[in-house]
């Protein structure tokens, strides 16, 4: 049989070898060095090491396990799961009792409920129950809350009227604010502010500042029609008109008209109209034409 004869490694590859396994075995033991240096000047043991990282690897397991739970729709299984066990045990909304409801239909409150009868309690949410009373034209506020074990409680705090807007196509009761109420009847808005005009709706709050100017005057206004965008006339429940002017202006010149009208009996006189847009002097207008005498800002009477 013939023998296979192995050709001796050659004395360059065999240094070449010897010279890699060197450079390996130091670069290692320099690395080993400096982490040793390293981890020598933290202020740890070897021991405390070992526990913090026992603490890291079970804290990213259970956050795999808690993602994958979630992904898995678990924890929504088993809180329907509890819902449903409260439910048999008599915790689901059976009853709602509403307070805090003056003026509005209480029956658009429970309207807006309705959808939570025999839900079991911890399935109710309170936010989005609070949001859909909320959508209430009446409703400013609403408190949502549960009382165990079958009872839904809704407190409801309720805009103030404040006066009527004329729109081309109804009459609205609105708040302060101009926030639509409700549609009301003509007889019915009889006793309370009309305003009127383009853009009115938007001016609300304004008028209510310039009106408690003059408080005096209030009750026996009638009317206030918002005029050009820029100026307010009102007219009085006498039928008697009186134009103010623009801006800032507006409020003083209605103080000053009260202040007249004290001297001279205005409201419920001869005039019909009285304008008081320009600076110094009232000018009045009677039934058939300008009045005989006009009236000076300082109160005397040409």
Sequence with gaps: ?????????????????????????????????????????????????????????????????????SFAGVFDMARIELA??????????????VSGVER???????????????????????AEVRERLLDLPWVLDARVSRQLPDTLKIDIVERTPHAVL????????????????????SSASEKELLIEGPGAQKQV????????????????????????NRRWNLRFRSGQLLALPEG??????????AQLDGMHRLIGGKPVAIDMRVPDRAYLRCADGPC?????RNGRAD
């Excluded at 708040?175 to 549609?183: A, F, H, S, T, V």
């Excluded at 209510?208 to 029609?225: G, K, N, V, W």
């Excluded at 800032?248 to 008209?257: E, I, Q, S, T």
């Design 248 to 257: 800032d202006a507006g409020a003083p010149a209605l103080v000053k008209f």
């Design 84 to 97: 449903k066990s409260a439910s048999r045990s008599g915790y689901e909304v059976r009853r709602v009792q």
């Design 205 to 228: 709050e304004e008028l209510a500042r310039l009106l408690d100017a003059a408080p005096a005057l209030r009750p026996q206004i009638a009317s206030a029609e918002w005029v050009g």
């Design 1 to 69: 049989m013939a023998k296979v004869k192995r050709k001796p490694t050659g004395v360059r590859r065999s240094a070449a070898a010897r010279s890699r396994s060197q450079k390996a075995q130091a670069a290692r033991k320099h690395t080993s060095g400096v982490l040793d240096r390293t981890m020598a000047l933290l202020p740890f043991t070897e021991e405390q090491w070992h526990k913090l990282f026992l603490v890291l690897i079970a804290a990213v397991g259970l956050s795999i396990a808690w993602t994958v739970a």
């Design 292 to 296: 005989p005498n006009q009236i000076a």
């Design 166 to 185: 004329r729109k081309p196509d109804r009459l609205m009761l609105i708040d302060q604010k101009g926030n639509e109420l409700e549609p009301i009847s």
């Design 104 to 126: 509005m239909n209480e029956q658009r409150v429970y309207e807006r409920v309705l959808a939570e009868r025999d839900r079991p309690m911890p399935l109710v949410d309170l």
